[in-house]
């Protein structure tokens, strides 16, 4: 059975959205000042429609609010932590928000180990969901696991997506079995089903993160991404006739769209040979969606879908090439807090 607190669908009511603000000068293609002015456009573009809370050291507070508001942010809506971190993906290092019958919120902490130790260190972004519990003056639940944000996408009723690739890889938790881990995501998160697909696209250093994959737009509807002709065609097509055999809760298939992945984007000289870029890892926030683009002729396509799915809210367009050269992209560098109550 479910537990007492249930993980909202993202796109119900939130107060903020959490970022990590970029600071290590061996990433990013040795650019941070270029990554330093996307995060503050794509914490200004947040700051439009709702607060944005963020971690960095102290000493880089002041640098950061200058740049927030260069890029036209809304200054009474950034709330700075102090709160240092090793790297910038928020989905993954920060907590996963929870809500009891009453509205009442929580935090649930799950242990993080750099995507199965691929990446060190990661000490500090592990300690993440203590401090925003602490700051916040709310519960923290642990997990009892290793779990990344980007690993899994819920709806309404609970249905939980995920993939094999990532929550059974021994990379995470060798000791637990899927009935271990399923059973740890109803009582932690509510899930009252876990719908598994199987593996990611090429280059995902996360092994295969649901949000550049598939996601719930309603409860009933989702969007999966495809690669006709491409790299990716045979994982992403078995991944769609996985979805097109799941069902709603009253036994209905889900309505199903799909999108093209970008044109294969390669960064010769640099750690990915071909960049993990996809237009389902949007950001749901209050009254918007932003969209990660690319700069090419699958753009346009994508944001008419989604715009299609979301008829009321904005859909925003924001270039993320620079981000996606380091393994993720909007959904992956942010993580949203529900509103209160």
């Known amino acids: 059975m479910p537990g007492r ?40 573009t947040i700051s439009r429609f709702e607060f944005v809370d963020l971690n960095a050291s102290t000493d880089l507070h002041d640098g950061i609010r ?40 929580a935090l649930t902490n799950w242990g ?24 916040l003056d709310l519960p923290l639940i642990d997990g009892g696991m290793i779990l990344e944000g980007g690993s899994v996408e819920i709806n309404g009723h609970g249905q939980l997506l995920t993939t094999e690739a990532v929550l059974l890889n021994p990379n995470r938790n060798p000791s637990l079995s899927q009935v271990d881990i399923e059973d740890r995501l109803r009582q932690t998160l509510g899930a009252t089903e876990i719908l598994w697909l199987k ?24 969007i999966a991404a495809v690669d006709p002709g491409g790299p990716n065609e045979a994982v992403l097509s078995e991944n769609l006739a996985r979805l097109k055999n799941f069902r709603t809760p009253d036994g209905r298939p889900f309505k199903i769209h799909t999108v093209a992945l970008p044109e294969a984007k390669a960064s010769p000289d640099w750690r990915l040979p071909t960049l993990p870029a996809s237009y389902v890892n949007f950001l749901i926030i209050e009254g918007a969606v932003l969209v990660p683009t690319f700069a090419q002729e699958n753009d346009q396509p994508a944001l008419t879908l989604i715009g299609r799915l979301f008829p009321d809210r904005e859909v925003i367009g ?24």
Not at 200 to 206: A, L, R, V, Y
Not at 318 to 341: F, N, T, W, Y
Request: include cysteine.
């Open 318 to 341: 924001i270039h993320c090439l620079d981000l996606v050269k380091e393994g993720g992209s909007l959904h992956c560098i942010s993580q949203q807090m529900p509103a209160r109550g």
């Open 199 to 222: 593996d990611g696209i090429e280059g995902d250093d996360t092994d295969g993160h649901i949000d550049d994959l598939a996601r719930f737009t309603a409860d009933d509807t989702i």
């Open 5 to 44: 607190y249930r993980m909202p669908p993202e796109w119900s009511p939130q107060e903020s959205v959490w970022l990590s603000w970029p600071h290590r000068n061996d990433l990013w293609d040795g650019d941070l000042r270029r990554l330093e002015s996307k995060f503050a456009e794509i914490a200004a």
């Open 112 to 135: 993080f180990n750099g995507w199965g130790n691929k990446f060190h260190p990661y000490d500090l972004d592990n300690a993440i969901p203590d401090l925003i519990a602490e700051t």
């Open 66 to 105: 200058q740049k927030f508001l260069a890029a036209g942010g809304q200054n009474e809506r950034l709330r700075l932590h102090p709160h240092p971190t090793n790297d910038v993906w928020c989905r993954d290092h920060g907590p996963l928000f929870v809500k009891d019958t009453d509205g009442r919120i």
